[in-house]
């Protein structure tokens, strides 16, 4: 299966989540095909909401940097991994930023699905994910309850699902390995 | 009270938090004369006065819109780095959120993350404002917008009496939650006749894009 994980990490060299996600990949290739994006070291800028991707090249953005070949490989993936130590209380600007690009792979009509608005469908299928986190020294079940929920959410409207939320210091590397390939 | 707003919209001056900004300082400053400061994240020399701002400020409004079921990556940033500063504790924050879906239940769960950030930097919580559909206002007639400005007016008036949100208004705004079922099935009715695509189509027709509509840039065709 082809595996993308978006390491929202902004601190890579002196931090042990970047190992963390290295020594995932590693095992995940063994058999499966996985591209790693390190999206702090890329040149990734904000959406700027201009809805370029919406009404003037459908599907496409218009800003020119690594945005698309990142896109490219989510929405041609089986799973995505989104990867991040938490900061202020949630996964990183760095992660968010290249969510935020995601917009163009949705349509900007919309349809009521379970009686709410969301928007249509731009592919034939979209990848579930899973969340790997980083707590901070003040993380609580509170904190992980709003990102679970926040994640879902989206989820319902990246027409995916939310498999599995995991964290660095209390879940084993060959778990995530496992519950990502049987998903 | 020294209030500042801090606009996280990504399209700054050119922002529908812009317009409703607006119409709440003109509420506002019908009642109290001090200059609000009014800062934008936009650019990452904005961000740096923003912060200066938000250090100084007594109260602090953050507006911007829903982007993928939070806050824009850019007020993400900012909220890493004023994570990072010493805060005042007396310091007051409430946030406007606006978003382009009509039901405010998209918004809902940023919200609970605000107060919760709120509290992790042991300020004063003032509550969130919720306000769906708004997408399109600047294209809309005064007469589709006229009550809306009116509800931010009066946000803004009450606020410079009282310093907090209006709770009347504040639930006023996130009308609805979610669509009663008889709405929910007269939208889905709608949109079978395009309708509900008019404000997309016009403006893929106007850039000549309306034929690749549902083009896929992304998807990598694999050979058989």
Same mark, same amino acid.
């Given at each position: 299966?082809?595996?993308?994980?978006?390491?929202?990490?902004?601190?890579?060299?002196?931090?042990?989540?970047?190992?963390?996600?290295?020594?995932?990949? /590693?095992?995940?290739?063994?058999?499966?095909?996985?591209?790693?994006?390190?999206?702090?070291?890329?040149?990734?800028?904000?959406?700027?909401?201009?809805?370029?991707?919406?009404?003037?090249?459908?599907? %496409?953005?218009?800003?020119?940097?690594?945005?698309?070949?990142?896109?490219?490989?989510?929405?041609? =993936?089986?799973?995505?991994?989104?990867?991040?130590?938490?900061?202020?209380?949630?996964?990183?600007? =760095?992660?968010?930023?290249?969510?935020? %690009?995601?917009? /163009?792979?949705?349509?900007?009509?919309?349809?009521?699905?379970?009686?709410?608005?969301?928007?249509?469908? %731009?592919?034939?299928?979209?990848?579930?994910?899973?969340?790997?986190?980083?707590?901070?020294?003040?993380?609580? =079940?509170?904190?992980?309850?709003?990102?679970?929920?926040?994640?879902? %959410?989206?989820?319902?409207?990246?027409?995916?699902?939310?498999?599995?939320?995991?964290?660095?210091?209390?879940?084993?590397?060959?778990?995530?390995?496992?519950?990502?390939?049987?998903? | 009270?020294?209030?500042?707003?801090?606009?996280?919209?990504?399209?700054?001056?050119?922002?529908?938090?812009?317009?409703?900004?607006?119409?709440?300082?003109?509420?506002?400053?019908?009642?109290?004369?001090?200059?609000?400061?009014?800062?934008?994240?936009?650019?990452?020399?904005?961000?740096?006065?923003?912060?200066?701002?938000?250090?100084?400020?007594?109260?602090?409004?953050?507006?911007?819109?829903?982007?993928?079921?939070?806050?824009?990556?850019?007020?993400?940033?900012?909220?890493?780095?004023?994570?990072?500063?010493?805060?005042?504790?007396?310091?007051?924050?409430?946030?406007?959120?606006?978003?382009?879906?009509? @039901?405010?239940?998209?918004?809902?769960?940023?919200?609970?993350?605000? @107060?919760?950030?709120?509290?992790?930097?042991?300020?004063?919580?003032?509550?969130?404002?919720?306000?769906?559909?708004?997408?399109?206002?600047?294209?809309?007639?005064?007469?589709?917008?006229?009550?809306?400005?009116?509800?931010?007016?009066?946000?803004?008036?009450?606020?410079?009496?009282?310093?907090?949100?209006?709770? @009347?208004?504040? @639930?006023?705004?996130?009308?609805?939650?979610?669509?009663?079922?008889?709405?929910?099935?007269?939208?889905?009715?709608?949109?079978?006749?395009?309708?509900?695509?008019?404000?997309?189509?016009?403006?893929?027709?106007?850039?000549?894009?309306?034929?690749?509509?549902?083009?896929?840039?992304?998807?990598?065709?694999?050979?058989?």
């Amino acid at each position: 299966m082809k595996i993308t994980i978006l390491n929202g990490d902004m601190n890579q060299k002196e931090n042990d989540f970047s190992v963390f996600i290295e020594k995932l990949a /590693g095992k995940l290739q063994v058999n499966n095909t996985v591209t790693v994006y390190p999206l702090h070291e890329m040149n990734l800028h904000y959406c700027t909401g201009c809805w370029s991707c919406w009404w003037k090249t459908p599907g %496409r953005c218009a800003i020119e940097d690594d945005a698309g070949k990142v896109l490219t490989s989510v929405i041609n =993936a089986d799973f995505i991994i989104f990867a991040s130590p938490l900061m202020a209380g949630f996964t990183s600007s =760095a992660l968010k930023k290249m969510t935020d %690009r995601f917009v /163009g792979l949705l349509h900007p009509y919309i349809k009521m699905k379970n009686g709410e608005c969301h928007h249509l469908k %731009r592919y034939d299928k979209y990848p579930d994910f899973g969340l790997i986190l980083k707590k901070e020294p003040d993380t609580d =079940a509170e904190d992980i309850e709003i990102i679970s929920d926040i994640y879902d %959410r989206l989820a319902i409207n990246f027409h995916s699902n939310k498999k599995y939320i995991k964290f660095t210091d209390t879940t084993k590397i060959e778990e995530i390995v496992y519950e990502t390939c049987n998903n | 009270m020294k209030l500042a707003i801090i606009n996280g919209s990504p399209r700054g001056k050119k922002s529908n938090s812009k317009i409703l900004t607006d119409h709440f300082l003109k509420g506002y400053n019908s009642l109290c004369p001090d200059i609000v400061s009014v800062n934008y994240l936009v650019n990452s020399k904005l961000q740096e006065e923003s912060k200066n701002v938000f250090r100084d400020a007594e109260t602090v409004i953050i507006i911007f819109p829903l982007y993928t079921d939070c806050m824009p990556g850019i007020v993400k940033e900012f909220f890493e780095h004023i994570s990072e500063c010493e805060i005042s504790r007396s310091k007051k924050m409430g946030f406007i959120v606006q978003s382009g879906f009509p @039901e405010a239940i998209h918004s809902i769960y940023v919200e609970r993350y605000l @107060e919760k950030f709120t509290k992790r930097l042991k300020c004063h919580y003032l509550g969130t404002i919720i306000k769906g559909g708004v997408e399109g206002i600047q294209i809309m007639p005064p007469s589709m917008t006229k009550k809306l400005f009116g509800k931010f007016e009066a946000l803004g008036k009450y606020f410079a009496k009282t310093s907090t949100f209006s709770a @009347e208004i504040k @639930e006023s705004l996130r009308k609805p939650l979610k669509m009663s079922p008889l709405n929910a099935f007269l939208f889905d009715a709608i949109s079978k006749t395009g309708l509900t695509n008019f404000y997309w189509n016009k403006n893929l027709k106007e850039n000549r894009a309306y034929h690749k509509r549902f083009d896929k840039p992304y998807c990598v065709k694999t050979s058989s």
